[in-house]
Nanobody, 124 residues
Framework: QGPLVESGGGLVQAGGSLRLSCAAS????????VGWFRQTPGKEREFVAA????????NYAESVKGRFTISRDNAKTTVYLQMNNLKPEDTAVYYC?????????????????WGQGTQVTVSG
């Protein structure tokens, strides 16, 4: 299986938006659940959102519900995390992860494949 590659991070002011992408190199994600997690220094990796790529079933952390949207492209090779109304507390390194399965797993230890992470910094 090819690696997962995140992109789209950056610096944004509070209230702004960013869209993160998680691309699967050389494979589809059709049988996978893909999750987004975030981590700040000294803290555990925190669940943000997950999607089952085939069914479209989604799951969100309470802290991002109504602000973040997880989706996938028609080719089932890329998963997106649209982040709106960003807050300073959303600042973190964001990671995408994938695993086979049929539910939207929310624990980092349940995922087998990880990307390298992308930094999101929200000022203000």
């Amino acid at each position: 299986q090819g690696p997962l590659v995140e992109s789209g991070g950056g610096l944004v002011q509070a209230g702004g938006s960013l869209r993160l992408s998680c691309a699967a190199s050389g494979r589809t994600l059709l049988s996978n659940t893909v999750g987004w997690f975030r981590q700040t220094p000294g803290k555990e990796r925190e669940f943000v959102a997950a999607i089952h790529v085939k069914t479209g079933s989604t799951n969100y952390a309470e802290s991002v519900k109504g602000r973040f949207t997880i989706s996938r492209d028609n080719a089932k090779t890329t998963v997106y995390l649209q982040m709106n109304n960003l807050k300073p507390e959303d600042t973190a390194v964001y990671y995408c992860a994938a695993r086979d399965g049929w539910i939207t797993y929310t624990v980092s230890g349940q995922y087998s494949d990880w990307g390298q992470g992308t930094q999101v910094t929200v000022s203000g």
